[in-house]
């Protein structure tokens, strides 16, 4: 039997784990120190806990991990792999933004997947709002991949197009993540008409980003967008939102930041995205 690894036992993280641990497989929770999640649903009172390894003391060598840290913490996890993998082992990075694969220096494959899963964490307690879709692109070791991970409940997709929906999911970030980090609130301020517009306005900047790169999407992609946001139940946050009210770093650089440089290099005129990105950078200032 393959053995399953989890790397960071946050909202994604414990939601994957979840997903494999109750459908059978063989999986490990790995964290910065020994200790337990407590993984409920909205919908559901009662909650599922599951046991944290620290991954500086696991002797484990896995066939198949997923990290699931935020992009800021990466540089931490990185020193662990070496003993973490074999030279067939396939890595699966699960985090918003992109630009972070080339600091992965190991023999195994390595990917980067496009993750709709919404959950917050507050101390031991994940709560898992909606989605367990993962995006990957297609190619024969993630056929294989998902063809192993077939009797669990996440949703794989892979996609010949794979640089489209990273694309996609960058544009879904840049707003929602934007506005109820810097808001300090949740998706409720989206009944605020001045939120949705500039909602539109942050979409329609990142499209004409892609387009620059050549990734094209049609017209209808902002209200589609708009429509996911007004999907998302009222007390659901962001990553950004939980990390500006926790005080922690936030992934400014490989979402914001990343379509920002982007923007430069083509010389285009994104005023909304320079604003919401100057404002985020100076949140994160310290004296």
Known sequence: MYKFGVIGPGAVGSVIGESLQNSGYH???LGRKKGEVHIERVDKPENTTYPIEAIFETETVFDYLFIAVKGTQLEGVIPSLDKLT????VCVLCQNGYGQLDKFQIPGEVYQAVVYISGQK?????????DRTLILPENRVTKKLKEEMAASNLDIQLRADYRK??????????AINSVTALSRNTAFILQEKKIQNLCKKLIQEGVEIAAAEG???QEKITEEIMQIYAGYPSQMGTSMYYDM????????????????EKSREHDLGTPCLDTVYSLLL??????
């Open 165 to 174: 929906e990273v694309w996609y999911k960058l544009i879904v970030n840049v």
């Open 122 to 130: 507050k101390g031991d307690f994940v709560t898992h709002f909606r």
């Open 27 to 29: 999986v490990t929770f």
């Open 282 to 287: 100076a949140s994160e200032m310290k004296d």
């Open 215 to 217: 990734v094209y999407f």
């Open 86 to 89: 074999h030279e067939n082992t």
């Open 245 to 260: 009210i926790n005080g922690q770093a936030m992934e400014v650089d490989y979402i914001q930041g990343f379509l920002y």
